[in-house]
């Protein structure tokens, strides 16, 4: 168990719909990663937030967006769903002290299809 | 030319060989690097972090890092078959994986 952990493990939406993925860092870490992971695919970059600010953004469109809370638990938010966001939504958490970035640790995912 | 590539696979040993798995990365000026393992339905986990040029072993793991090459590698030695899965390269501080090798190791 890495200490990260995701709600909800399944969700099932229709396009057009709007979707909130939460994620709870472990204990400690003060940095959070989303990725998207389609079958068969290695996960994508969606953002990452540090110290409830983005730092980075992978190549996604404005509907992905993200928050940090003080306590650094995070929400990634869809908006108008497409079908092509059917995927495994994963956080990943860490520690990260300029200019040394730890290990990313991963939540079980939270997996969503869209109709 | 993706950021991170691997082999696709499948990749198939037999029990108790070397599995040698490889990645390449394009930007230069990465300086952490990571595998992780992922079984099916599962979310990735962490094998080994590797930052400086050279080996660093761990088990029966060992990661390689050329910078120069931009290039990084996994061996697995005395592969088992619950080492049968998805081996996931990232690179850099925001992670950007590789699509991910599929290994089966065969008794």
């Known amino acids: 168990e890495t200490g990260v952990t995701q709600s909800p493990t399944h969700l099932i939406k229709t396009r057009g719909q709007q979707v909130t993925l939460r994620c709870s860092s472990q204990s400690g870490h003060n940095t959070v990663s989303w990725y998207q992971q389609a079958l068969g695919q290695g996960p994508q970059f969606i953002f990452q937030?540090?110290?409830?600010?983005?730092?980075g953004r992978g190549n996604f469109p404005p509907r992905f967006s993200g928050l940090q809370f003080p306590n650094y638990s995070s929400e990634l938010n869809v908006n108008a769903l497409e079908l092509d966001d059917s995927a495994l939504y994963l956080c990943a958490s860490s520690r990260r002290d300029y200019p040394h970035q730890e290990t990313q640790y991963f939540g079980p995912g939270t997996r969503l299809l869209v109709l | 030319q993706k950021e991170v590539e691997q082999n696709s696979g499948p990749l198939s040993v037999p029990e108790g060989a070397i599995a040698s798995l490889n990645c390449t990365y394009s930007?230069?000026?990465?300086?952490?690097f990571f595998w992780y393992r992922q079984y099916s339905g599962k979310s990735p986990e962490l094998i080994m972090s590797?930052?400086?040029?050279g080996d660093k072993e761990d088990g029966r793991f060992t990661a390689q890092l050329n910078k120069a090459s931009q290039y990084v590698s996994l061996l697995i030695r005395d592969s088992q078959p619950s080492d049968s899965a998805t081996y996931l390269c990232a690179v850099g501080h925001d992670m950007r994986f590789g699509a991910g090798t599929r290994l089966t190791v065969k008794p």
């Open positions: 930007d230069r000026g990465s300086q952490s």
């Open positions: 590797i930052y400086s040029n």
């Open positions: 937030y540090y110290r409830e600010e983005e730092n």
